[in-house]
């Protein structure tokens, strides 16, 4: 098994077509123009950012040779600081697992990564991940290089023989996930969640850092019911709604124009949009480097930072939001307000500012929202196990706690929930 | 644009909900894509949640039609969401491979679902990608007369379409737009949620439907 940690280019040349991580500069909605002007600057912030840190861990007494540090300063103010400001993109994977706890994780289960890998690649989900594998960061060099020039192209089964060294780590992660984890399985987005993991750290680590991400940042998200998706969607609506309310006007109601029923727990549709955003952790939804700096205060600060930045989005994009007029013409507008975000420095210090920033949703109010939405649909189980609930067209996505979801269960209904909440605001 | 006779005939325009559905990979991205920005990507990343596009299309000299698509994920477990995307979809898009028997029997199971929850209305199109793969035949798993006679029995639209080639999507997209009650109609944005779409006949003809297309 490959030990090696994987190596992230300190410098890139403004030619070449592809980031420090591998990715293409250019996407759909960034242009390479756009990337090379916030790039240039960029590089200037992460050079004094880099000085920074060595002071840091140089006045902590950590040394940091060649492979970079492998151990950080304990959490303060200051951590937290230069943690929202960006880890050195080439201390990325050790600090994460550093302040995500994977080290504990990791001693806790020595060995058993290997012993999972040594059963092979059999798992229930094989198909599902194979399916995957190629269809994962198509445009990162380290999954899918450029052919040599000259070549004739490829048929698929040899494009598949070339399969790059990541790419077969991404398989065996997602393969032992699988079965170490049988109750999420595969879940669409894992792979990109590894993918990007695999890109800073090796295999092993990824590995139980999907396990973290997917327990302790993400709970239920992937989970075969999807249930813990649909929790944290709502938790986000109640945020929006409260925090931004005019932003909520336009993204709350119904596609046909009626509003949100603040009695009801049904979800709005403009959840299909924003759950992509938690499930892959913006991956896909906000550019590289963003996601980036994303993940650097998500694994140092927890879960509270997917809502934190799913509302600066929000924020960034509201003119746009408040200029839409049709109701259908705000899913393409949500969708693409997050993808133009190059400037990652700009969400950050949006998202944590003290006038208008989000810095403020708390932990516990996160976690409380999530346990009560969790016993709405514990409640909801067991109403539909007695026969209680109406059988109609939405029964399938009652079964599982997803869309449209009648509401006549007393004590767990959304408008008690939400003057609960308002109080643990006022006291927070 | 501005055809002598477009000038005199009444104009219209119809905005319509889409949703596609079908097994992961096989190519219900790909066919927008090639529907909405005429183009292919052999690797295509995989779709997380959904997507949201639309294209407006000339039906003919009177008429433009819009549509509103929901391009959703394939996997199993995001089949709970599905009923949000199709709620008040006007038509659906059902895809399968051809290189693959069981993306037919998924694709089945979605029309049986449509067919019993969605609305009554919904023009549903069955379409048979990556026909480029048939070149080599023995790659073919879903015969065209078979996957054919189940669309009849059914009351489906069909094609056997190539995201890759472009081959059959305009002509799917096209069939589908001709198909839908353009006749019916509602208030621009006021999304009533019936199947009757959201046709808007912008001088008042009726006329229009039955120049220039042959359905």
């Known amino acids: 098994m490959p030990s090696k940690n994987p190596t992230v280019a300190i410098n890139q040349s403004p ?14 909605y960034v242009t390479l123009a756009e990337y090379e002007e916030w790039n240039a600057r960029y590089e200037e912030t992460l050079d004094r950012r880099r000085k920074k840190w ?14 970079g540090p492998v151990r950080f300063p304990p959490k303060s103010n200051k951590v937290k600081r230069y943690i929202r400001k960006g880890i050195p993109p080439e201390w990325r994977g050790a600090a994460w697992f550093w302040y995500a706890g994977g080290q504990k994780v990791l001693s806790k289960n020595a060995g058993l990564y290997e012993e999972l890998v040594n059963k092979g690649l059999d798992s229930p989900d ?74 800073f750290m090796t295999e092993e680590k990824a590995f139980w850092m999907l396990w973290i991400l997917t327990h302790q940042h993400l709970p239920g998200t992937h989970e075969v019911n999807l249930e813990g998706s649909s929790v944290d969607q709502w938790v986000l609506m109640m945020s929006v709604r409260e925090s931004l309310p005019q932003i909520w006007s336009k993204i709350g109601g119904e596609l046909d124009g009626s509003d949100f029923d603040p009695t009801s727990t049904k979800l709005p549709p403009i959840t299909l949009c924003t759950s992509s955003w938690f499930m892959s952790g913006f991956i896909g939804s906000l550019p590289t480097e963003s996601v980036l700096r994303v993940w650097d205060c998500l694994f140092y600060e927890g879960s509270k930072t997917l809502f934190r930045i799913a509302l600066a989005v929000f924020k960034t994009g509201e003119p746009q939001i408040k200029a839409v007029s049709d109701p259908m013409e705000i899913f393409q507008v949500v969708q693409t307000i997050p993808r133009k975000i190059i400037d990652a420095g700009a969400l950050i210090e949006g998202c944590y500012r003290r006038r208008n920033g989000f810095g ?48 006549g269960l007393g004590a767990h209904g959304g408008h008690d929930i939400g003057r609960r909440f308002k109080k643990i605001l006022v006291k927070a | 644009m501005a055809h002598p006779r477009a000038s005199t005939q009444s104009q219209r325009f119809a905005q319509f909900k889409l949703v596609l559905l079908g097994e992961s990979a096989v190519g219900k991205s790909s066919l927008v894509l090639r529907f909405v920005k005429d183009q292919f990507d052999d690797y295509r990343e995989s779709t997380i949640g959904a997507a949201f596009l639309t294209q407006t299309i000339a039906l003919d000299e009177t008429t433009t039609i819009k549509f509103e698509i ?41 029309v049986k679902e449509l067919q019993r929850q969605a609305n009554e209305n919904i023009v549903i199109a069955l379409a048979g990608n990556k026909l480029d793969l048939a070149s080599d035949p023995s790659k073919r798993a879903v015969e065209t007369a078979e996957a054919e006679a189940y669309a009849r029995e059914a009351g489906l639209l069909f094609f056997e379409t190539s995201a890759k080639t472009a081959e059959n999507v305009k002509e799917l997209f096209t069939a589908i737009a001709k198909k839908l009650p353009l006749d019916q109609q509602g208030p621009r944005g006021g999304r009533a949620g019936g199947a009757g779409g959201r046709g808007v006949d912008l001088k008042g003809g009726s006329a229009a439907q039955q120049q220039g297309c042959n359905c």
């Not at chain 1, 060595?54 to 492979?67: A, C, F, K």
């Not at chain 1, 060099?141 to 780590?169: A, C, N, Y």
Request: charged share 30%; with cysteine.
């Open chain 1, 360 to 407: 403020h949703i708390s932990q516990e109010t996160i976690d409380l929202r999530r346990q009560d939405r969790r016993d709405t649909f514990a409640a909801e189980r067991a109403a539909i196990a007695k026969g209680g609930v109406r059988a109609s067209k939405d029964d399938a996505s009652m079964r599982t706690g997803l869309g449209h979801v009648n509401n």
């Open chain 1, 126 to 199: 094989s198909e599902l991940i194979e399916r995957d594998l190629h269809r994962t960061f198509p445009d990162n060099i380290k999954f899918k290089p450029d052919p040599p020039p000259g070549t004739k192209r490829l048929s698929k089964v040899q494009q598949q023989q070339l399969e790059t060294p990541v790419v077969q780590q991404l398989r065996r992660v997602l393969v032992a996930f699988s079965r170490y984890v049988p109750k999420i399985g595969y879940c669409q987005s894992l792979n990109f969640l590894a993918g990007m993991l695999l890109l």
């Open chain 1, 15 to 28: 030619k070449d077509p592809r980031d420090r991580y591998g990715f293409r500069k250019q996407t759909q």
């Open chain 2, 70 to 110: 929901w391009d959703t994920a394939g996997q199993e477990r995001y089949k709970s969401l599905a009923p949000m995307y199709y709620r008040n979809a006007n038509c659906a898009v059902v895809v399968y491979d051809i290189t693959q028997a069981s993306s037919l029997d998924k694709a089945k199971a979605w």
């Open chain 1, 54 to 67: 060595e002071v840091l861990l140089r006045e902590s007494g950590l040394s940091y040779g060649e492979g």
